[in-house]
């Protein structure tokens, strides 16, 4: 892999783009879940057609050059784009640490093979410990029960032998809000487990996740509730001796055809860990989320960090629907960043847990969470005291 980009970030902390980037470049997705706030129904009224592949594949060097250490393929399902495969590949010869969220539904043993070269982590959304809380959630196609954590649960084994770095991303909802997720958790144990707070954003997901959302002092129940018992459970598994992972499961249980076999760098580290410290858990509160993330739209048009499309209600209340800027394939990433970098937090996206190890090494990560840190501290002080990497999130 090539170097991070992180020395190409410019000294001037006004102007850093930011390390890390959520390219949310497909809007469609084949689940509906109630709490969604990127459901981009007004990107898909748009009458113009998204960029070709042509033009996408030259958006990743973009971000590299610019200064972007990682990029996170979002959506909508990823998956569902025409050329995800053509454009993580593009990332990872721009040198980019890669990452993808997905629901995993399109996902099987064909495409985590042509996948794993160029995709450094799957981060994927489980909601729940059983899938009769993902219906009524809405993590279904049709309604129907679609098995999303059975399936999730078949690629999982196979991920890890491929030497995918995994992780699960969580929202908390009124829904949810009583399920342990604990035992599902050190059974899988994944690398990063990211805890959201249900969001509400205007344009996105009004009226539908109303009823869904948790206060604060909820939230932060769920996550200390959590928080012990993970503590608890790693502890007893460490004095008992018992092996971290299991032995993974047959190829047959990802739907993996004959002649596929799994044995990618990753088997051999992935059976040895043992249950010394729980996975570590990430809880990210609205006021987290708000302002820290610099994010990528369907027609690269940038805004809240990363150039001139980032959504502005994502970082606060006020600002209502998300409001896009330019895209980058006409202003270019450096121009468009600095459209909106006053609204993007550098410091709060060191504080949330943003800047670790990606994959690049403990020593390197701290280098850069130390850069950053300056930077939103120089940053703030510049605005006056208010706030507008490795491979693997």
Same mark, same amino acid.
């Given at each position: ?14 102007? &850093? ?26 990107? #898909? ?8 592949? *042509? ?14 250490? #990682? ?20 990332? #990872? ?36 410990? *059983? *899938? ?46 009583? *399920? ?13 487990? #990211?805890? /959201? ?101 369907? /027609? ?48 709060? /996206? ?9 994959? &690049? ?30 491979? &693997? &999130?």
């Amino acid at each position: 892999m090539a170097a991070p980009r992180g020395g190409a970030i410019a000294a001037n902390a006004a102007t &850093q783009i930011a390390p890390v980037v959520n390219w949310h470049l497909e809007p469609r997705c084949n689940y509906k879940c109630k709490f969604c706030f990127a459901t981009f129904e007004d990107v #898909k009224s748009l009458a113009a057609p998204l960029p070709g592949l *042509d033009a996408l594949l030259g958006v990743p060097a973009a971000l590299a050059a610019a200064g972007v250490v #990682k990029l996170t393929f979002v959506g909508g399902e990823p998956m569902l784009h025409p050329h995800i495969f053509e454009l993580v590949a593009a990332a #990872k010869r721009a040198g980019l640490c890669t990452s993808m969220v997905t629901n995993g539904s399109r996902l099987d043993a064909a495409s985590l093979l042509r996948l794993r070269p160029a995709l450094d982590q799957l981060a994927f959304s489980v909601d729940a410990s *059983d *899938d009769a809380l993902h219906v009524a959630l809405g993590r279904a196609v049709g309604g129907r029960t679609p098995g999303h954590l059975a399936h999730v649960r078949s690629l999982w084994g196979p991920a890890r032998e491929l030497g995918f770095s995994l992780k699960i991303n969580t929202v908390v909802t009124k829904i949810n809000l009583a *399920d342990d997720m604990s035992p599902l958790i050190m059974d899988l144990l994944p690398d990063r487990w #990211k805890v /959201f707070q249900a969001l509400p954003v205007e344009g996105q997901n009004d009226g539908a996740v109303d009823g869904l959302l948790v206060t604060d002092g909820e939230f932060g129940a769920y996550v200390a509730r959590h928080r012990a018992a993970l503590a608890a459970a790693a502890a007893a598994a460490a004095a008992s001796g018992a092996p971290r992972t299991k032995p993974s499961a047959p190829p047959a249980a990802a739907g993996a055809g004959a002649g596929v076999e799994w044995a990618g760098p990753g088997a051999e580290a992935g059976r040895a860990r043992r249950a010394s410290a729980p996975p570590p858990l990430v809880a990210e509160g609205n006021d987290e989320m708000r302002g820290t993330y610099a994010m990528l739209d369907a /027609f690269c048009r940038r805004g809240g960090g990363v150039g001139q499309g980032l959504w502005r209600s994502f970082y606060s209340n006020t600002d209502g629907p998300h409001a896009y800027g330019p895209s980058i394939l006409d202003a270019g990433a450096p121009a468009a960043w600095a459209a909106v970098r006053d609204r993007w937090s550098a410091a709060g /996206f060191v504080q949330r847990g943003g800047v670790y190890d990606y994959g &690049q090494g403990e020593a390197a990560a701290r280098e850069l969470r130390a850069r950053w840190a300056g930077a939103g501290a120089a940053a703030e002080a510049a605005a006056g005291g208010g706030a507008g990497g490795g491979c &693997q &999130q």
